[in-house]
């Protein structure tokens, strides 16, 4: 095998040999191996670190496979990419020492990137946007297969690989989750691996991640029809990933599978527009927080049945299919309905009175981009903002500042196992917001519209607001302002907690932002966050439900504006 001070040698004299070429465009040369490069995220304007894998030989002319591998809670890229290659910590070495150098490893013909993903925070939100930001980053630089993209992931990064796999299966051409933890809502998306091989390894001992609870998640994708191989190691613990990568064995598996783009049949569920399509098939009206599903099978050429369940509208993309030909007519069948319709690229179809029909679904004022829930608003360029409204005095303009601090706290240390959550938003008084931030960011407000501002700006246009003498209540919510969110927090905020209460996600102890996660589109609550008097979803039009406007209009405390 060629060592790395070799490949360095060959890099170098090509270097040279490029530099001594009369007219020759220069460009950055990137030595063959691992390596650490940055992509600038426009989450907070930083730039975010992960670690890359160039084979040998690296032919610009060619197109290369690429495996996405996500490290574990603790961990970090530079120790990941060690475990993908099978070389795990050194006898007696730590994770902070095994992270200062990349051993020698055998080479493969793959290019791989193993994404920060911010530390340890899970894989969504933030995080779910840096991977596919490296993603990008990574096809933008080098010549990529996209047919041969795959993706890995161990513990945290297991449920990662999970939870990216599952809400955009079309595009992976095969997933391997190691120990998996996933999430919050991916049991539900299970049907979506129709046409995604997948491999699920397991350590039989693992304390941490009990493998009756792997064994069900493999019953469940077999049950469903999905490609899926499941290996459990007797007596092995939480570290299943070393048995698992063991000499590189991964990319061999891998290397079995292509994508295939155009399958004869599609199954896709999803419960927002954020994941509305997959390979052919695209969800064009849904509500949100309800899981819709469509099963969508060419039977012959330019014939289609398609069942589907709490969807109101679709679209067909059929170009480049084999068995669609752009000529004569297409009969699709739809929950039993036949409709025959001009054999176009990509016809759509839409319910009406429980009838469907040809033609595009009737947009909605909830569509992609704006249809919360809160979350929604911390998993992209955002910044917090509290009021210098209502002559307030020293004390109490540092209280606002104070509240507004405390919810950007991402990036507290929560100890030696689960590290640090790497993001850094802005904190800015209502004086301080530009017109750029409010075309480019989400806000998430502090105050009312006595005392904010920027609340007061769009009171009109916001649909509920808090008496501002209403110091035993929380109101938080989140409403779409010219195609960004604002999302509102009066009165108590929304982390005010009397300790009893149990989020989905386990850090929300400690960083602030997380306990928004598993909420919908606004909350009320009396004292503590435990004490709900009203929560639940916007309706279509993001207004508020007859039943939920009671409930807060009875409190006396919250008047609405838009019902």
């Not at 490949?7 to 090509?14: D, V």
């Not at 301080?432 to 480019?440: K, M, N, Q, W």
Request: glycine share 10%; hydrophobic share 40%.
């Amino acid at each position: 095998m060629m060592k790395r001070r070799e490949r360095f040698l060959i890099a170098t004299a090509t270097a040279v040999l490029i530099l001594s070429c009369p007219g020759t465009a220069v460009g950055q040369v990137l030595d063959a191996g691992p390596q650490v490069l940055t992509f600038h995220s426009d989450v907070d304007d930083s730039e975010q670190p992960y670690a890359l894998y160039l084979p040998p030989n690296f032919d610009t002319s060619r197109q290369y496979p690429l495996v996405i591998s996500l490290h574990g809670a603790g961990s970090n890229h530079r120790l990941n990419l060690r475990r993908i290659f099978g070389r795990s910590n050194a006898d007696g070495e730590n994770d902070v020492e095994a992270s200062r150098y990349f051993p020698e490893w055998d080479d493969v013909d793959f290019i791989v990137a193993s994404p920060y993903a911010r530390g340890t925070m899970g894989y969504q939100g933030v995080a779910e946007k840096d991977v596919l930001d490296v993603l990008a980053d990574v096809k933008r630089r080098f010549p990529i297969d996209e047919d041969r993209v795959y993706l890995t992931g161990l513990s945290m990064g297991g449920g990662g690989t999970l939870w990216l796999g599952l809400t955009r299966p079309d595009v992976w051409a095969a997933i391997v989750p190691v120990c998996p933890a996933p999430p919050e809502g991916t049991n539900a998306l299970a049907p979506n691996a129709l046409n995604l091989p997948v491999r699920i390894l397991q350590g039989g001992a693992d304390p941490v991640v009990r493998p009756e609870s792997v064994r069900v998640w493999v019953e469940r994708l077999k049950a469903l029809g999905t490609h899926i191989e499941y290996d459990e190691y007797p007596g092995i613990g939480h570290d299943s990933w070393v048995p698992a990568y063991a000499n590189g064995q991964i990319f061999g598996w891998f290397a079995q599978f292509e994508r295939n783009p155009h399958p004869n049949r599609v199954r896709f569920v999803s419960d927002r527009y954020k994941y509305h399509s997959a390979y052919w098939v695209q969800l064009d009206a849904l509500s949100p927080g309800t899981l819709a599903s469509i099963d969508a099978q060419l039977t012959a050429p330019n014939r289609i049945a398609v069942t589907t369940s709490e969807l109101e509208g679709f679209t067909l993309h059929l170009a480049g299919h084999p068995r669609f030909r752009a000529q004569g007519s297409l009969t699709v069948e739809i929950d039993g309905t036949s409709i025959r319709v001009p054999a176009t690229d990509a016809p759509s179809f839409n319910r009406q009175g429980g009838k469907w029909r040809a033609g595009k679904a009737v947009a909605r004022a909830k569509r992609p981009g704006v249809e919360g829930p809160m979350a929604e608003v911390i998993a992209s360029r955002h910044l917090y903002v509290y009021g210098t409204g209502g002559d307030p005095s020293r004390e109490d303009l540092e209280a606002r500042r104070a509240l507004a601090l405390k919810a950007a706290e991402w990036s507290v240390d929560r100890g030696p196992f689960w590290g640090r959550v790497m993001v850094f938003p802005r904190i800015v008084s209502d004086r301080e917001v530009r017109p750029s931030d409010l075309e480019s960011a989400n806000l998430v407000l502090f105050g009312t519209k006595e005392t904010n501002g920027i609340i007061a700006r769009f009171a009109d246009r916001l649909p509920m607001h808090l008496d501002g003498a209403s110091e035993a209540f929380g109101l938080v919510y989140v409403f779409p302002l010219d195609g960004r969110y604002v999302l509102v927090n009066s009165g108590l905020p929304w982390w005010h907690s009397d300790g009893s209460f149990q989020t989905r996600s386990p850090f929300r102890s400690s960083v602030p932002a997380f306990g928004l996660i598993g909420l919908g589109d606004y909350l009320l609550f009396s004292g503590f966050v435990e004490n709900v008097v009203a929560e639940g979803r916007f309706d279509h039009d993001w207004r508020m439900p007859p039943a939920e406007a009671e409930k807060l209009q009875a409190t006396g405390v919250v008047s609405l504006s838009i019902m």
